[in-house]
Structure formats: structure tokens, C-alpha cells
């Protein structure tokens, strides 16, 4: 995914399966299983089907202090993974 799909808006799908084992987030749905990083969670609890990919990054950037770009890039990548494994469409 590239810097013009950052308008992109996540939709979770409504039948994901979302734990929290020992402070650790997994989301499931199907054969797709993930173990969400501290900064994937924090992404994955924002996902609200109105927020842009690029004002998660900048939700992102402000909570860890971390560049736009960063932020940005960051975002795109697990977005994209949560999207391929079928958790999360982008409209």
C-alpha cells in the first residue's frame, strides 16, 4: 500500500473474535490469527469506520511520540496485513 491509499478508511469486520490474554490483543476471524504488537492494538481499538488511515497515523504519532511519516508507514503495514488477513476492509 502507498502514501495515496493513507485515505483510506478501515472497516472492521462486526464477526472478528478479539481477546486479551495476559495484556497481549489477538484478533480472529477464520484461518486468520493475530497477535497485535502494543502499537498494532493501539491501532486495531481506533478502527471506528470514519478515521482515515493517515488519522490513525497521526493518533499513532501523537501517542508515541514518533515522526508522521513514521507513523504513517507503520499504520499502511498493519492495516494492510489486518486487510489481507480478512479482519478489516479499506474503503
Not at 59 to 64: D, H, S, T
Request: charged share 25%.
Amino acid at each position: 500500500m502507498d502514501h495515496e491509499s493513507a485515505e483510506a478508511v478501515p472497516v472492521p469486520r462486526l464477526d472478528v473474535r478479539v481477546r486479551n490474554v495476559g495484556g497481549t490483543l489477538t484478533v480472529a476471524w477464520g484461518e486468520s490469527v493475530f497477535e497485535l504488537s502494543e502499537t498494532a492494538g493501539f491501532l486495531w481499538k481506533r478502527v471506528d469506520g470514519r478515521r482515515s488511515l493517515r488519522e490513525l497515523a497521526g493518533l499513532l504519532a501523537g501517542e508515541y511520540a514518533v515522526d508522521p511519516e513514521t507513523a504513517l508507514q507503520d499504520t499502511l503495514e498493519t492495516m494492510t496485513a489486518l486487510a489481507d488477513g480478512g479482519l478489516v476492509r479499506l474503503r
